[in-house]
């Protein structure tokens, strides 16, 4: 079974910046599309980023675009959240997904994803 584990999550500060990571374990993250999803308070839990098995296929959500990058090592078995210029809007717990797949496509759809960390908290202060 392969499972996930993000860490990186903090209190920050309006226009502060974080790194956050997902390690995989179990099996190798190669064959799998990964993404970011994220969950604040009363809201639904929504996509933020994607990428592809070789990391050549990325999507941001539009609310983070040009602030949030994703990448992935797959040599490290981890996926990469960059978050810059942090708004308190971003504020949620944030969660990395792995979907198992033959294809080498970024998919934002939460219902593809099969396998997900417990997630890390973000909160930033205004």
């Known amino acids: 079974q392969l499972q996930l584990v993000e860490s990186g999550g903090d209190l920050v500060h309006t226009g502060g910046s974080l790194r956050l990571s997902c390690v995989g374990s179990g099996y190798s993250l190669d064959a799998y599309g990964l993404a970011w999803f994220r969950q604040a308070p009363g809201k639904e839990r929504e996509a933020v980023s994607c990428?592809?098995?070789?990391?050549?296929?990325?999507s941001v959500a539009d609310s983070v675009k040009g602030r949030f990058t994703v990448s992935r090592d797959n040599a490290k078995n981890t996926v990469y959240l960059e978050m810059n210029n942090l708004k308190p809007e971003d504020t949620a717990h944030y969660y990395c997904?792995?979907?198992?797949?033959?294809?080498?496509?970024?998919?934002?759809?939460?219902?593809?994803?099969?396998?997900w960390g417990q997630g890390t908290q973000v909160t930033v202060s205004s």
């Open positions: 997904a792995a979907r198992w797949t033959i294809h080498n496509m970024c998919h934002m759809s939460e219902s593809l994803y099969f396998f």
């Open positions: 990428i592809s098995k070789d990391g050549s296929s990325v």
